[in-house]
Structures are given as C-alpha cells and as structure tokens.
C-alpha cells in the first residue's frame, strides 16, 4: 500500500523567513502529487498539483513544489512566508483511486 | 451554493442514537468521498463513490453507512457509535477519480 511521509509536524517561523516542508512517498508507479492547505477554521482546499510534464510546480499564493522522482519527494517551498501562511499543510499523493494524505505539518509564522 | 456543503456543520449524539451527514457537491464531479479527520492522525480515506457506484469501503466498520443516490448527494448514515468516533468528517468530489479533490468544510461529530 501507498504511504505518504510529512517529517515535519509542527513549523515556526518568522515573516519572510523561507519555507519548505518535506513530503515523501512510497508507491513505485505513476502518481499524481498534491498540496493541500488548511486555514484555522477554513475547509481543505489545494494550494498545487503535479500530474506531469515540468516537475517544478507553481501554485497559488507564491507556493511551489518539486517533484524529484528518484528521490520520491514533492516538497513544498516559499521564498519568503507571511503571518497569513499560518496553516495546516497537507501532501497526498493519488495512485490509482485512492488519495492518501500525509499526516500534515502545523506552520506557524510569528508576524 | 457553490463548490461543496456539508450539513450539519456540528453534531452531538449519544452511542445508540441514529444521525445522518449530508454532502452536496455543486460543481458537476462524477466522484465523491468520505474522509475521517481525527486529531493526531492522518486524514483518512473512508468511502469512494464514482459515478453513483461504491469503488472502495476503506475497512470501515458496518456501524458508518454510505448512500449515494445521485453524483450530486452523498450520505453518511451513523448508528450506534463509539466515543473514540469523534472526529470531523469530510466530503469530498472530484470531476474524475484521481483528478484534484474538492472539501467541503466538514462535520464535527462527538459521541458520547
């Protein structure tokens, strides 16, 4: 079965201070790739996806992410946080029908 | 309404009480989904639904019940719970499986 590893669990930072969250996964076939973000009292919802073509991805709010297929990684970057990126980040991966989230990392941004 | 919502938002019952989850999707999808969010613990895929049909029951206990009777409707039907059942509940869809899923805001359950 397809795993999904998020090392970091909790994350503080200062404002523009960089970013990136490690994600990892265990499936050897062909996956799609994706960042989910979690506002404190807001509904998941995706922050970037790799399906395929360039593997590194750009999203939404000055996100990006890399995909290293021989290092079965797709880790989450920003150059510069702010105290409104303070949220719970989620990686999942889909292989087949099934999405499998890592277990998330809590950033905290101390403005 | 748009994009997916999830009724009630907050539900308190007791361990032989009978409750439903409700999800609407408005965007079309042909796949949705129950997840379980507990704290401490990955996100957990509970049911898949595609195109009306049940493609995956993640080892879910008999006691959480799916319905789907339309792409647009999914049901969660709840008897005789257990405490450590407490947790948010999440509706998802999607256009396609495998394509990028969309959350509704999730229903905070506490079994008492």
């Known amino acids: 079965a397809q795993s999904v590893s998020q090392h970091n669990h909790h994350v503080i930072l200062s404002e523009a201070a960089s970013l990136e969250l490690g994600c990892n996964y265990s499936?050897?076939?062909?996956?799609?790739l994706f960042w989910y973000v979690q506002y404190p009292g807001q509904h998941l919802q995706l922050l970037l996806k790799?399906?395929?073509?360039?593997?590194l991805v750009k999203g939404i709010k000055g996100f990006e992410a890399e995909f290293i297929k021989s290092k079965f990684s797709f880790n989450l970057r920003k150059p510069s946080v702010q105290w409104s990126d303070t949220a719970e980040y989620f990686c999942?991966?889909?292989?087949?029908?099934?999405?499998?989230f890592g277990g998330g990392t809590r950033l905290m941004v101390k403005p | 309404e748009t994009g997916v919502t999830q009724t009630p938002r907050h539900l308190v019952m007791g361990m032989t009480n009978k409750k439903s989850l409700k999800c609407e999707q408005h965007?079309?999808?042909?796949?949705m989904y129950w997840y379980k969010q507990s704290a401490k613990k990955p996100l957990e895929l509970m049911f898949v639904?595609?195109?009306?049909?049940?493609?995956e029951n993640n080892s879910v206990p008999s006691r959480f019940s799916p319905e789907c009777p339309n792409s647009s409707h999914l049901f969660l039907h709840l008897h005789t719970l257990q405490p450590e059942d407490s947790a948010l509940y999440l509706c998802?869809?999607?256009?396609?499986?495998?394509?990028?899923?969309?959350f509704g805001p999730g229903t905070r359950l506490t079994v008492l």
């Open positions: 639904y595609n195109f009306k049909e049940q493609t």
């Open positions: 998802a869809s999607s256009q396609l499986l495998g394509n990028e899923q969309f």
């Open positions: 499936y050897g076939g062909t996956v799609n």
């Open positions: 965007l079309g999808h042909n796949a």
């Open positions: 999942a991966v889909n292989a087949g029908n099934m999405l499998t």
């Open positions: 790799y399906f395929s073509g360039d593997p």
